[in-house]
Structure formats: C-alpha cells, structure tokens
C-alpha cells in the first residue's frame, strides 16, 4: 500500500515508525513532516489543510490510505472532502467525518453528547455574549476553582482553571466580549470543577467495533509539580498504575460503550481514534474532553506498545472488521519526556542545532518540531523531540529517557525533571 500521513509532530513520526515496519507499507509519504520522518519517509511540503494539493498529491502517487494526525483537518472536513470526490473515495481515511469531527471541534456538542447518552461528565453550562450576566450568575453558584472552556479549537489554550470568581468573571468577558481566544470563545463552556487524577484513554474504532488501547497520563504544565502555563505536553507515561482492572472496566462500561454506541445512534460516521481525557474522582472515571485523534506525547508511548501491525489495524478499521483483530500489547511500561525550546510555552526561537543525538541508546527517539537544515537537525518548534523507552515499572522506563535527555543539547533546551511525580 501507499500511505500519506498528515501531520509534522511528534505523532506523526510515532506513526511512521510503527508503519515503516509493516510489510503491507510500499511507499509512504508525510505532509509536512519533520527531520525524523524525512528518513523512514517522503516528506511533501503540504499543509495539513491544503485539501486541493493533498489531492493532487493522492492522485500523482497513487494513495491507497490516508492516516490524519492533527485535529485540524478533520474538523475541518477531510475526510468528507475525499468521499465528496469521486476521483478520491475509494482512498481509505483513517479519521473521522467532520459531524463526528465535532465531539473536539465544539466543546457544547461534545457536552450535549454525553448528557444524551449519560456518559459522566462535570456539570456545565454554556455562554454567549448575549448570556454574559447569566454567564456571571451561573459563577456565582459554583465553588472555586472555575472552569471556563473556549468552545472552539484553540490550541490547547482555550481552558482556564481560575481560583478567583473576580478573575472568572474577567476572563469570561475576555473570551466572549474581547474574542481572547478568536472564534473559539464566540461560545464558552463553564464546568463545575472535578478534584480528582487525570488519565487518557484511547479508542480504535471502525465505527461498530473497537479496541481499547493501552491508558496514559501526559503532563500538560510547563514547571516541576505541574506548575506554570498549560503546554502541548511535556511527556506521558504508560500505563496509568491506578488504571486497574476494576476501574478499566468501569470505564469500559461507562465511557467507551456508550460512546461509541452514541456515535452510531446519531449517525455520527466514525473511522479512526477517539482520545477520552477522563478524571478519576475517587473511584468514578468522568469524562473532561474529547478529541477526535491521538493524543500528543501520548501518542509515543502508546503506539510503541502496540505489537500488532499498524497498517493491518487500519485496514481493518477501513474495512469494518476490527473485531477479527486481537490487539496485542507490550506488558512492559513506556515512559516519553519532551524536550522543549527555551521560552516555550510562550516566545521561543528556531533554528538551533542539536547536538548528541548519535549518542542516545536504550530509546526511542522521535522528532516532534525539527527540520533538517544543510544536513544538520535543528528546532523548528516548542516542543522539539520526545524521547521514549521501556521499562519493568515507570521510574526504570523514566530513569533511561532521562539518561538520554541528558545527552542532548540545542541552546535553551527545557525539559520536565519530575514527570511521575504524583505516581509514587
């Protein structure tokens, strides 16, 4: 098969790897693509929402599967654009539709989702700038901390967690009077904070069948002890050591079914990952957010425990026939810590070269925000390079990425130096 992965993080590369190594891959291209797919695959200058060069790209090398790595594109109607095209829908699409694209694309209809089909969730209303004094009463009934969700996509950012209801309330006018986040807080969602430990569950599904695969725990804060401003993440670890059996099969039972039996009862057309960001509030898993792809670094934790052949699931995925598959995954536990740009989450600058790489062992190294420049890496991002290894228990799997880490260096490197911290 030919396959086009879209996407330039460090999932995307995670992906790459995984299918390189599958004998039902002949050729495989990345649009754009960083330094680290750039050697397992043909990198094409394409972004990920240039639908017309995408096709032109699918027709020219004869495409037969195209996997979608970020958001973007499928909220967006990708996967819509290719079964639109007679030209294209024969081209398997590993993604959802865009109306199904909409459980992360609008944070009130994912809401309205799980009341319907009583998956558990925070209790929530939603604003606009005509219900802002409403928006202001509604805080007014909650205990501290607030909630407040940009409805839209806003890159991670749209989700503030505030301990004073002045503050709420100023943010609040912000994001509906002051556009902070742009559209995506034309609309604002207000939860009822959850006190609990956050984990990630990820879903493959063919629409009807599906298979739960390995649970992670990222660490979105910037600073030691999740301190400081939220990030794309800062590393993960798989899997979650209080993700037993008894709490797995609470969220088999009342996350993952009704889900994805929801999906299928609102004619939702559902072809790829669903990532549920689930909170464990004391021995009830809740649901905070969906998206409609795998997460970022989770994905390089749980891809590499993944033993099956990558191309073989997607197929079976396109084909509707998941359920003749038996997952098979590494017992072992992964851990990735992400190296980051000085500066990052905020003002960051690129182009510098990293050094060390050669020198790594015992790890997985993949490439997030590079590009190769004259024959050398160098930083093309904030979030730069993950680096990912196995372990018996998590500290040993930790203990190896760091030794790594440390071998490493590009000017105003950052990593995280706790992450399991809350783990022990």
């Keep these: 098969m030919n396959i086009l992965i879209l996407g330039s993080g460090g999932r995307e590369h995670t992906l790459a790897w995984k ?10 291209f990345v649009a ?12 094409v200058p394409i972004g990920v ?11 020219q090398e004869k495409i037969d599967m195209v996997v979608v790595g970020p958001e973007d594109p499928l909220v967006n109607g990708v996967h819509d654009f290719f079964l639109n095209d007679t030209e294209l829908k024969h081209v398997a ?6 109306a199904a694209a909409t459980l992360e694309g609008s944070k009130e209809f994912a809401k309205e989702f799980m009341m319907r089909h009583d998956i558990p969730t925070a209790a929530y209303r939603s604003f606009n700038k005509d219900t802002l004094e409403e928006g202001y009463d509604f805080l007014d009934t909650l ?19 505030l301990s004073d209801i002045q503050e709420a309330k100023s943010e609040l006018n912000a994001m509906l009077i002051d556009s902070k986040f742009g559209d995506a807080s034309a609309t604002v969602v207000i939860e009822e904070f959850l006190d609990g430990i956050e984990l990630s569950v990820f879903v493959l599904t063919d629409g009807t069948n599906y298979k739960i695969l390995p649970t992670a725990k990222d660490y979105k804060r910037i600073g030691e002890g999740d301190t400081g401003l939220n990030t794309g993440g800062m590393g993960a670890i798989s899997p979650v050591p209080f993700a037993d059996a008894a709490f797995m099969h609470k969220i088999h039972e009342n996350v993952v079914k009704p889900t994805v039996n929801g999906l299928r009862a609102d004619a939702l057309p559902y072809k790829g990952f669903i990532f549920i960001g689930l909170i464990k509030v004391g021995e009830e898993p809740k649901v905070i957010e969906y998206n409609v792809r795998l997460g970022d670094p989770e994905t390089e934790v749980v891809i590499p425990r993944i033993k099956n052949d990558l191309v073989e699931l997607f197929k079976a995925v396109s084909s509707s026939s998941l359920d003749r598959i038996d997952l098979e995954i590494d017992e072992r536990t992964a851990s990735t810590v992400m190296l980051v740009s000085g500066g990052y ?12 790489l050669e020198e790594t062992t015992d790890s997985l ?16 991002g904030g979030r730069v390079m993950a680096i990912t290894s196995f372990g018996d228990n998590f ?3 930790l203990a190896t990425s760091y030794k790594n880490a440390a071998k490493i260096d590009f000017e105003g490197i950052n990593y995280r130096k706790d992450l399991g911290f809350d783990l022990n």
């Design 32 to 43: 754009p693509g960083n330094a680290g797919t750039e050697v397992i695959a043909k990198n």
């Design 395 to 397: 500290q040993e799997a």
């Design 365 to 380: 190294i993949f490439h997030a925000g590079t590009k190769l420049e004259n024959g050398k890496v160098v930083t093309n």
């Design 143 to 161: 205990n501290p901390p607030y909630v407040l969700k940009a409805d839209g996509l806003a890159a991670g950012k749209g989700v503030l967690i």
């Design 345 to 356: 989450p905020e003002a960051y600058e690129k182009g510098k070269e990293m050094h060390g």
């Design 19 to 28: 299918m390189a190594q599958s004998p039902l891959l002949k050729h495989l």
């Design 93 to 98: 699409i590993i993604g959802p539709e865009k």
């Design 49 to 59: 929402n240039d639908f017309e060069k995408i096709r032109e790209l699918v027709l």
